[in-house]
T-cell receptor, first 116, second 115 residues
Framework: AQTVTQSQPEMSVQEAETVTLSCTYDTSESDYYLFWYKQPPSRQMILVIRQEAYKQQNATENRFSVNFQKAAKSFSLKISDSQLGDAAMYFCAYRRWETSGSRLTFGEGTQLTVNP | GAVVSQHPSRVICKSGTSVKIECRSLDFQATTMFWYRQFPKQSLMLMATSNEGSKATYEQGVEKDKFLINHASLTLSTLTVTSAHPEDSSFYIC???????????FGPGTRLTVT
């Protein structure tokens, strides 16, 4: 079974600074998806970034980028120029490469605080 | 983008009664819908996966007779909590996707309080 581990229950960053959230996972599959979701106080799950395992290039979405190390099974999220609105719980998630119906496996989450 | 709605956003019910939560995909046909439960400051726990027109697949430890899931159409799934008890109080989230989609699209969640 696949597992996802986020070893940082809480992180904090100063506004405008950069922070990196860690995620490791375990799988025997070669094709899969990895995601970072953000859950602000409203509790709406928001997709931050997605990475397909077959892609060597790290995904980037504006201030958010990942460092995907397939051999090490590591998938960290870097937030640049942190903003107050980035404060949220962040979940790393894994999904098998299937057409549909495949469950997401979530990590435990990292609570990010952004200090003004 | 793909939008998923949930109704109601909040519900309070008395112990012993049943409550239904609806999950709708507004602008796509959801071949699969997922129901999660989340306790404060914890991760999402998958309760069940439902495919349109077939019975839901429940995760180990989830009582299928207590949490009834119906995926009657490609845009609607319902979760009914039967004979609710205070320990069923939680935040329930649905998500959906379609065949070939990479990610799941999440509803805004429903806060259930059983008194």
């Amino acid at each position: 079974a696949q597992t996802v581990t986020q070893s940082q229950p809480e992180m904090s960053v100063q506004e405008a600074e950069t922070v990196t959230l860690s995620c490791t996972y375990d799988t025997s599959e070669s094709d899969y998806y990895l995601f970072w979701y953000k859950q602000p106080p409203s509790r709406q799950m928001i997709l931050v970034i997605r990475q397909e395992a077959y892609k060597q290039q790290n995904a980037t979405e504006n201030r958010f980028s990942v460092n995907f190390q397939k051999a090490a099974k590591s998938f960290s999220l870097k937030i640049s120029d942190s903003q107050l609105g980035d404060a949220a719980m962040y979940f790393c998630a894994y999904r098998r490469w299937e057409t549909s119906g495949s469950r997401l496996t979530f990590g435990e989450g990292t609570q990010l605080t952004v200090n003004p | 983008g793909a939008v998923v709605s949930q109704h109601p956003s909040r519900v309070i019910c008395k112990s012993g009664t049943s409550v239904k939560i609806e999950c709708r995909s507004l602008d796509f046909q959801a071949t699969t819908m997922f129901w999660y439960r989340q306790f404060p400051k914890q991760s999402l726990m998958l309760m069940a996966t439902s495919n349109e027109g077939s019975k839901a697949t429940y995760e180990q430890g989830v009582e299928k007779d207590k949490f009834l899931i119906n995926h009657a159409s490609l845009t609607l799934s319902t979760l009914t909590v039967t004979s609710a008890h205070p320990e069923d109080s939680s935040f329930y989230i649905c998500s959906a996707n379609w065949q070939g989609a990479g990610e799941q699209y999440f509803g805004p969640g429903t806060r259930l309080t059983v008194t």
